[in-house]
């Protein structure tokens, strides 16, 4: 049974802040890239009433000399930094959007460098 106040809508809005919607972002951004959260910076733009998020960060990325002795390290954390980016953008999309229940747009995404990470295939 449903309970009379559970059936009707609660008048009110609800809002989440700048710093909240910041702080996903920030958060699946680093989780996609291999990064810290306090490496990426978060700004946004309304885009025709939807948010536009953007984004500047670093990506982890095998040691080149990893990669030199085992070229499959590339593969094996994720692939090429283009291919990465691309994949990341909907994932961080629907990851921000699902979390924070926020129209997104789409991300724009910058690598600003990288950070050489032990990270890769186990053996």
């Given at each position: ?10 008048a009110?809005?609800n ?47 095998p040691?080149?000399t ?14 090429a ?25 789409r ?8 950070r ?8």
């Open positions: 049974m449903v309970r009379q106040e559970e059936a009707r809508p609660l009110g809005h809002r989440i802040s700048t710093q909240a919607l910041t702080s996903v972002a920030k958060g699946a951004a680093a989780e996609a890239f291999g990064v810290l959260p306090p490496d990426v910076r978060v700004s946004w733009a309304d885009d025709g009433g939807l948010l536009a998020l953007s984004l500047a960060l670093p990506i982890s990325i040691p080149l990893a990669v030199l002795r085992d070229p499959g390290r590339v593969e094996a954390q994720g692939g930094v283009w291919d990465r980016t691309a994949r990341a953008k909907r994932a961080i999309l629907d990851r921000v959007s699902g979390l924070t229940g926020s129209a997104l747009s991300v724009n995404i910058r690598i600003t460098g990288v050489a990470t032990a990270g890769g295939r186990v053996r």
